[in-house]
């Protein structure tokens, strides 16, 4: 499908996956994929859960033939061009999944109201972000899994890892239902491919630490800013960088 509301100049590959027994009145969960953008094998590892719990699975593919390399486009939300220039609202990979499920209600008559999302690791930071600069999207809960960096809510430091130059309203984000989900035993540098630049070591020595200074400093803010605060952080015992079984762990949180 286009990924852009008024222009073809994208496309993007969505899969989806539709238990028999499924109506517009059940959940919509979007799975989004990690760093390897694999979108198919994160469907197939929700199949099953799928059909337990009576979801529709929507994975967007946002594929990259530099995707070793460039990060801005997706795990970033393509708020950025590579050279740091503000993208316009209408073009950030946030935007794309409100399309996807414009799409999804236009294309079958439906009348779905909002969504689910989980993303692990590449895919926990698009869903943190997307949090934190799209708060007015129509997500009903989002769990963000084992993400490698934040954006942490400091308008001194440069986006992707601080808020500068970028827009945002932590205050309507804080009322988000997003839940920091942590593998226990995701505490080595060494598990999958973490970013040990300056500015991410300063968020902790690995994402079981990141995740917790991030959560501690959002509500840290929130409590300053005086405004509501409904995010969680939930840890999975003896569980390290594992995107199934963090998968069967978030869709107990659903």
């Not at 989002?142 to 986006?159: C, K, L, Q, S």
């Not at 079981?208 to 969680?232: I, V």
């Not at 015992?237 to 199934?244: L, S």
């Amino acid at each position: 499908m286009a990924a852009y509301e008024n222009s073809e100049r994208r496309t993007i590959r969505v899969w989806t996956y539709r238990p028999e027994t499924w109506t517009d009145a059940d959940p919509v969960l979007f799975v989004m994929h990690g760093m390897g953008r694999n979108a198919e094998t994160y469907l197939d590892a929700w199949t099953e859960i799928a059909e337990q719990h009576g979801f529709l699975l929507v994975a967007p593919e946002f594929e990259s033939r530099f995707a070793q390399y460039v990060t801005s486009d997706y795990q970033e939300g393509n708020v950025q061009t590579f050279y740091g220039a503000l993208n316009p609202e209408e073009e950030w990979a946030f935007t794309v999944i409100e399309n996807i499920f414009d799409r999804l209600n236009t294309t079958n008559g439906w009348s779905a109201l909002a969504y689910d999302m989980f993303g692990h690791s590449a895919g926990g930071q698009f869903v943190q972000r997307m949090v934190m600069l799209k708060p007015h999207a129509r997500i009903r809960r989002a769990v963000a899994a084992n993400a490698g960096t934040y954006t942490f809510p400091d308008e001194t430091i440069g986006y992707p890892f601080g808020l500068r130059s970028v827009p945002h309203d932590l205050t309507r984000s804080y009322t988000t239902d997003l839940i920091i989900l942590l593998g226990e035993l995701d505490n080595t540098a060494d598990q999958g491919r973490l970013d040990q630049s300056g500015p991410a070591m300063a968020q902790g020595e690995h994402r079981l630490e990141r995740g917790r200074n991030f959560f501690s400093d959002s509500q840290k803010d929130a409590e300053g800013r005086r405004a509501p605060f409904h995010w969680r952080l939930r840890t999975v015992p003896d569980t390290g960088h594992d995107f199934r079984a963090m998968s069967e762990a978030a869709a107990a949180l659903f």
